[in-house]
T-cell receptor
Framework: QKEVEQNSGPLSVPEGAIASLNCTYS??????FFWYRQYSGKSPELIMF????GDKEDGRFTAQLNKASQYVSLLIRDSQPSDSATYLC???????????FGSGTRLSIRP | NAGVMQNPRHLVRRRGQEARLRCSPM?????VYWYRQLPEEGLKFMVY????????ESGMPKERFSAEFPKEGPSILRIQQVVRGDSAAYFC?????????????FGPGTRLTVL
């Protein structure tokens, strides 16, 4: 059973600080990794994707991938109250047919 | 450029009735995925379709559930003889290409309530 693991939280971070979200996965053959943000009652919104080892930056977001450790993370700099949401880590199945989602980490940015 | 569209947004059915959920992918996207999300739970993959083909239905319950993506028109997720346990949010996503390098974009979802 291929799995994607995330700490469910809640993770509480003060406004303006860096929020760090982590994810591990079991499928060594995975090649694609995604972070989605989901507000309560809404649909998931793609915020980052990463395919190669290392860091990928987009605005206040940085995704980090370490395939040897089967670990992917998301950093959010200068956290804002509007960043309060559930963040879903998703990993491409190496059978190349589907994406497997973690159960999500709830992030709360306190003013 | 319209995003992924789903309808209806809310659907109420009584036990034993049929539910039909529709998904129109983004323009230029030929890959469609259906997911189910129970309250306070994660997204569970159900089925992956390309035009006229089911690629992976490993997440679909064996009975009562079916999906199609015809040459013309939206993708349909059909649930026959609904039960209370089918109450959930059903999300459709689309992508311009298949895995592994496929960013999926989600529609607003259909909230199904079974009375």
């Amino acid at each position: 059973q291929k799995e994607v693991e995330q700490n469910s939280g809640p993770l509480s971070v003060p406004e303006g600080a860096i929020a760090s979200l982590n994810c591990t996965y079991s499928d060594r053959g995975s090649q694609s990794f995604f972070w989605y943000r989901q507000y309560s009652g809404k649909s998931p919104e793609l915020i980052m994707f990463i395919y190669s080892n290392g860091d990928k930056e987009d605005g206040r977001f940085t995704a980090q991938l370490n395939k040897a450790s089967q670990y992917v993370s998301l950093l959010i700099r200068d956290s804002q109250p509007s960043d309060s949401a559930t963040y879903l880590c998703a990993v491409g199945d190496s059978s190349a047919s589907k994406i497997i989602f973690g159960s999500g980490t709830r992030l709360s940015i306190r003013p | 450029n319209a995003g992924v569209m789903q309808n209806p947004r809310h659907l109420v059915r009584r036990r034993g009735q049929e539910a039909r959920l529709r998904c129109s992918p983004m323009k230029g996207h030929s890959h469609v995925y259906w997911y189910r999300q129970l309250p306070e739970e994660g997204l569970k993959f159900m089925v992956y379709l390309q035009k006229e083909n089911i690629i992976d239905e490993s997440g679909m319950p064996k009975e009562r559930f079916s999906a199609e993506f015809p040459k013309e028109g939206p993708s349909i997720l059909r649930i026959q003889q609904v039960v209370r346990g089918d109450s959930a949010a059903y999300f459709c996503a689309s992508s311009p290409r298949g895995l592994p390098y496929n960013e999926q974009f989600f529609g607003p979802g259909t909230r199904l309530t079974v009375l």
